[in-house]
């Protein structure tokens, strides 16, 4: 029997561990945290369990969704109720429109562009930032309605600080190669039918960081919270953990931590500056919004809005079917400020500071007057968004590293979101014990030789 070491129990990790065990290998979760989630973590507010990382996944590939089905608990998959998301820009507020990729719409003169963004200019060709993509393919309206909150929202940048392959390698590559920008964009929407679609788990997404918790203990193993790792070499055959209590030898390690704490733990080359990004929670009661649904599931806030420090609004309550109705008549509303380069206006305030900026912004949103929530949490993230300073260098020197059972998983390798990185962990459990097995094929070999 092998033995592996996974450090870090969010998605990835947890994904890995439970192939691993599940595949015969003796398997330690090694997490520095209270509990196992990662992103998928949850605070309890107002007495609701509500979801503080990912609320939803979506169904490209299919890889989430067979990942549930094997875990047994397919019946709670859910979909979002109808209603859709808004884009509030500087000129008002509008539904997204659809067949947006990155915000780059694919059909410049679909009416649902035109009522955000008018009539589009020429295209122009540039190269440089995707923020002079937009501006020369698009326009300046498109740039800032369109771009700008589909990419600070989603992935906390801004179009400015970040290059096209940053966020879309093979459309990148495809204008790269000489063809229109408009053209290229067309061609992604049309490969991608089912869109943004996005779905999501009754009960919430942290449910799944305790099916994959209590399948990978149910398959044999030992996941230990409360104990960071504070060193990793390697040995002969295999590799040394090391934490504050004790040293554990392994054959394979999954490293399945944010980049800047892998680079920390195999002495990389590079330093990572992380961005804080906050998400806050209120909860209405009752007489809150009234039953109203005035956005939609929720809203992006675009370049120049005044009067806004939130990137992005959710309203939970009418998004989830299921959260509705446990919430009996509230309201739940999930506000994120922060992005790479700018602090988030959030950060310092104590809990009435915090209660009336997101209440102002909240009624700005929505485009209604608000009372005074009856709760509000704030969950404070660290993260790497695309476009850091030696992100790229940081991956590719981390990528070369994945050599004599060494495994990395998570979002910082395979790419932002569950879609990716649940596929990408799932092959990366693989490709360990392949290689460990291919490994002692070889051994045996050369011994009966």
Known sequence: MKSAVVVGAGAGGLVAAWELARAGC?????????????????????????????EGYSVRGGAVERL??????????????????????????????????FGLPADPDADDVRAVVGELPAAREASGTLADLARAGYGERVLDDLVTPLVGGVYSAAPD??????????????????????????????????????????????TLADLLASSARAAGADLDCA?????????????????????????????????????????????????????????????????????????????KVPGVAAKALTHS???????????????????????RGQPPASSGLDAGALARLARRDAEVLLGRPLPEPSAVRRTEWSILPPGTPGLTQAREWLTEQRIDGLGMVGAGISGVGLASVVPHARAEAVRLMQGTLMQGTLMQGNKES
Not at 26 to 48: I, K, Q, S
Not at 248 to 270: S, Y
Not at 317 to 339: F, H, I, N, P, Q
């Open 161 to 206: 600080d970040v290059t096209l392959a940053d966020l879309a390698p093979g459309l990148a590559a495809a204008v790269a190669s000489g063809t229109p920008l408009r053209t290229a964009v067309a061609e992604v929407a049309a490969k991608a039918p089912e869109g943004g679609a996005v779905h999501g788990l009754r009960g919430g997404m942290h």
């Open 26 to 54: 003796e398997v330690t979760v090694l997490e520095a945290g209270d509990r196992p989630g990662g992103l998928l973590d949850r605070v309890v507010v107002d007495g609701l369990a509500l979801d503080v990382g990912a």
């Open 317 to 339: 309550t009418a998004k989830w079917a299921w959260l509705r109705e446990a919430a009996g008549g509230r309201d739940v509303l999930r506000l994120s400020y922060g992005r």
């Open 227 to 303: 104990e960071p790792v504070t060193g990793l070499s390697r040995r002969p055959g295999g590799w040394r953990v090391t934490t504050a209590g004790r040293k554990l030898d392994a054959d394979l390690v999954v490293l399945a931590v944010p980049l800047d704490a892998a680079m920390r733990l195999l002495g990389g080359p590079v330093v990572l500056p992380t961005t804080r990004i906050d998400v806050v929670t209120l909860v209405l009661d009752a007489t809150g919004l009234a039953g109203d649904e005035p956005r939609g599931t929720g809203v992006l806030v675009g370049a």
């Open 68 to 101: 549930v089905t094997d875990l047994g608990a397919a019946d709670l998959i859910t979909t979002p109720r109808p209603g859709g998301a808004w884009l509030q820009a500087a000129s008002g507020a509008y539904p997204i429109p659809r067949r947006l990729v």
